[in-house]
């Protein structure tokens, strides 16, 4: 780095309340939960759990649920799969895929907890994320008062 690149500085700016938004039933460093090639997926699906208990108005919408969790552990072993053909001295694939769907479990849980707690009207938010005409995965919940 020179000279120039350390006396550079930068500012921070606060998340306004569409950041907040934005980032409900993402975890961040789990990439992208729509991808349905990494662990975002199985972490967004415990975020909604999650959130559903935290907001009593809502429930998972159950065979959405069911489809996207098949697809989750099925890509999750089968990366699984082959990181044991590559490296044999690893873990069984088996213990791999129970060892991340009980991360991203843990994950999606806290990261739901998090936004409860530090989100304003987190619980309206939910119907904008997972509901009937969700941005991230429509039809996971739908509100009891419907």
């Given at each position: 780095m020179g000279k120039r690149d350390s006396q550079r500085t930068h500012k921070l700016r606060r998340c306004t309340r569409a950041d907040q938004s934005a980032g409900i039933g993402r975890e961040v460093g789990y990439g992208d939960p729509t991808d349905f090639k990494n662990e975002g997926l199985l972490a967004a699906l415990a975020y909604a759990n999650e959130a559903v208990t935290l907001c009593p108005e809502y429930s998972i919408v159950s065979d959405t649920h069911k489809l996207l969790y098949s697809m989750a552990v099925q890509s999750a072993l089968s990366s699984a799969i082959?990181?044991?053909?590559?490296?044999?001295?690893?873990?069984?694939?088996?213990?791999?895929?129970?060892?991340?769907?009980?991360?991203?479990?843990?994950?999606?849980?806290?990261?739901?907890?998090?936004?409860?707690?530090?989100?304003?009207?987190?619980?309206?938010?939910?119907?904008?994320?997972?509901?009937?005409?969700?941005?991230?995965?429509?039809?996971?919940?739908?509100?009891?008062?419907?």
């Amino acid at each position: 780095m020179g000279k120039r690149d350390s006396q550079r500085t930068h500012k921070l700016r606060r998340c306004t309340r569409a950041d907040q938004s934005a980032g409900i039933g993402r975890e961040v460093g789990y990439g992208d939960p729509t991808d349905f090639k990494n662990e975002g997926l199985l972490a967004a699906l415990a975020y909604a759990n999650e959130a559903v208990t935290l907001c009593p108005e809502y429930s998972i919408v159950s065979d959405t649920h069911k489809l996207l969790y098949s697809m989750a552990v099925q890509s999750a072993l089968s990366s699984a799969i082959k990181y044991k053909e590559t490296y044999p001295r690893s873990s069984p694939a088996s213990e791999a895929v129970q060892t991340t769907l009980a991360w991203t479990k843990s994950a999606g849980e806290k990261a739901a907890q998090s936004d409860r707690a530090n989100i304003s009207g987190f619980c309206t938010e939910l119907d904008d994320v997972f509901g009937e005409k969700g941005r991230l995965f429509p039809n996971l919940v739908s509100s009891k008062r419907a």
